[in-house]
């Protein structure tokens, strides 16, 4: 009886300790998440705010993507993104803390000057190097550090949308498609939750749509089923649009500083083509728009496509999630009154559908669902994002992702198989 009173003591001080050290790593990641989250959503939004105020900013887009090779080459941060933060998630890579003022301004200056780019990315990025970093100064072991970057992910996204739960579970799911990074659920949560509440604190109202659905029935799942499987030629249009011209780009013009110049250029140009302001920035009035008033234009999905994969490609900063946002929304409300479906809703499934489908996180998609339009037809979405999910193939915006699952069958694929094998 004493040996195992002595047991359980030994593993309650030992799980106490565990608790500590993630809550040691939780506060200061959430504190400083939640402060520079909510710093660049209210540049980003003055900027955006100051671009339709003067138009003339839209000329200035080359010059800001001189600026933002110069800011890359200062900093060290030159062909670092997205897919190097969730390799520190897979392998422990470092993740330069130099980053996070690069990303920053880049974005800002991209918004600024009316390149058509989201945030998500940039945040992605923030928030793994400010977890990773963190982290290393708390003298955290490699895999401790690998946690803290999928926390620091959760709590930037959390800051940034006001969407802590599905924050936390794309932060611990993007990396691995088909398996959970689970022990950082309690950790990224509590950071998501803390920096949730410094952005609320200052002001930031969390992003939220609202929304009128159909009833649930036979009829309309099956409407929603067939959305959902027309959003997943959508997502894969986008994602292979987007790495054709990353890959194109830099081939045909590798000088960085030519490449900024003809590919801002082509982005105004673009712009007074197509409109000038509707495809630029993030676009959250256009999606917005197609949600709760059902107005979008049947070519707006495709103009937000080639202006974003053109943008991203010329070497500008920003994100993909908010631009798959616009995609699927617009395309959503042109494509789902044809079937039937009311044009705000089908928008609502289109949106987290085509989001779903490029990012390979099902979970977490029907999360932000939920947070995104407070549980209304939720059933309804969440078909419509399955069958995205399953129909979009191995398809997605980051490279870096492993399949651990096939998406139609029910065997490990042959890759992590392979993994599995090697350790």
């Not at 006001?162 to 950071?191: C, N, R, Y």
Request: with cysteine; glycine share 12%; charged share 10%.
């Amino acid at each position: 009886m004493k040996d195992f009173l002595k047991k359980e003591l030994y593993s309650l001080r030992a799980v106490t300790a565990i608790l500590a050290r993630w809550l040691l790593l939780a506060v200061p990641t959430g504190l400083v998440c939640g402060a520079v989250g909510t710093a660049f959503h209210l540049a980003v939004e003055h900027v955006t705010e100051w671009r339709g105020e003067h138009v003339w900013l839209l000329w200035l887009l080359p010059l800001a993507g001189l600026a933002i090779v110069a800011l890359y080459k200062l900093t060290g941060c030159e062909g670092m993104g997205t897919n190097n933060v969730i390799r520190a998630v897979h392998s422990g890579e470092s993740v330069s803390p130099l980053l996070v003022p690069a990303i920053f301004l880049g974005t800002v200056l991209t918004h600024l000057c009316g390149g058509s780019a989201g945030r998500e990315g940039a945040a992605l990025q923030m928030g793994g190097s400010i977890g990773y970093n963190i982290a290393k100064l708390f003298r955290f072991s490699d895999h401790d550090r690998r946690t803290a970057t999928a926390c620091g992910m959760a709590a930037f996204f959390s800051a940034l949308f006001g969407t802590p739960l599905a924050a936390t579970l794309f932060g611990i799911m993007v990396e691995d498609v088909g398996l959970a990074f689970s022990v950082a659920f309690v950790p990224g949560f509590a950071a998501a939750l803390i920096a949730y509440g410094v952005s609320l604190a200052c002001g930031i109202a969390p992003t939220h749509f609202g929304l009128t659905a159909p009833a649930l029935s036979l009829d309309t799942a099956l409407l929603a089923a067939v959305l959902g499987a027309a959003c997943a030629l959508v997502s894969r249009g986008f994602c292979w649009l987007l790495h054709t011209m990353e890959h194109e780009m830099p081939r045909r013009l590798p000088n960085p500083w030519v490449r900024a110049v003809v590919g801002g250029v082509a982005v105004v140009a673009l712009s007074y083509l197509m409109g000038v302001g509707r495809y630029n920035g993030a676009g959250m009035g256009v999606i917005t728009a197609a949600i709760e008033q059902g107005q979008a234009l049947p070519w707006d999905f495709l103009c937000k496509m080639l202006l974003t994969a053109l943008t991203l490609s010329a070497g500008f900063k920003g994100g993909e999630v908010v631009p798959s946002f616009y995609i699927g929304a617009t395309f959503g409300c042109v494509f789902g009154p044809l079937l039937g479906l009311p044009a705000g809703f089908a928008a609502a499934v289109g949106l987290i559908s085509v989001f779903c489908g490029a990012t390979n996180t099902l979970i977490p998609s029907i999360l932000l669902a939920y947070e995104l339009f407070g549980g209304v037809g939720l059933e309804l979405i969440a078909l419509g994002c399955g069958v995205c999910y399953m129909l979009s193939g191995t398809h997605g915006l980051y490279s870096s992702q492993l399949f651990v699952t096939e998406k139609l069958l029910s065997e490990y694929t042959a890759s992590w198989g392979e993994r599995l094998r090697h350790h």
